[in-house]
């Protein structure tokens, strides 16, 4: 069984940083992609950035400057560095990665439970 945990959520100034992290665990043989998502009250889930097993990162264009993807394999861990937060970036924070438990099966979706992030004064 893979579990992906977040953590590093919390309530920040405008202006202020934060750093989510996300771990995979349970019986992990790849991860292909790796992303975040983030999903404000009242709206869609959307995606916020993504970052490819070859470590080439992709973002929206409101984040883009700000937030910073990484991951380390050998953790099994994707980071999000928001910096220069926003009251608009104030929302649910979900990790999403393409996990494969075995060298016969195909990757399949996984997600995180959320974290909040909450910028405010």
């Known amino acids: 069984q893979v579990k992906l945990v977040e953590s590093g959520g919390g309530l920040v100034q405008p202006g202020g940083s934060l750093r989510l992290s996300c771990a995979a665990s349970?019986?992990?043989?790849?991860?292909?992609?790796m992303g975040w998502y983030r999903q404000a009250p009242g709206t869609e889930r959307e995606l916020v950035a993504t970052i490819s097993s070859g470590g080439i990162s992709n973002y929206a264009d409101s984040v883009k400057g700000r937030f910073t993807n990484t991951r380390d394999d050998a953790k099994n861990t994707v980071y999000l560095k928001m910096n220069s937060l926003k009251a608009e970036d104030t929302a649910v924070y979900y990790c999403?990665?393409?996990?494969?438990?075995?060298?016969?099966?195909?990757?399949?979706?996984?997600w995180g439970q959320g974290t909040q992030v909450a910028v405010s004064s």
């Open positions: 349970g019986t992990v043989f790849s991860i292909g992609a």
């Open positions: 999403n990665a393409e996990i494969s438990s075995s060298s016969y099966w195909s990757p399949r979706d996984y």
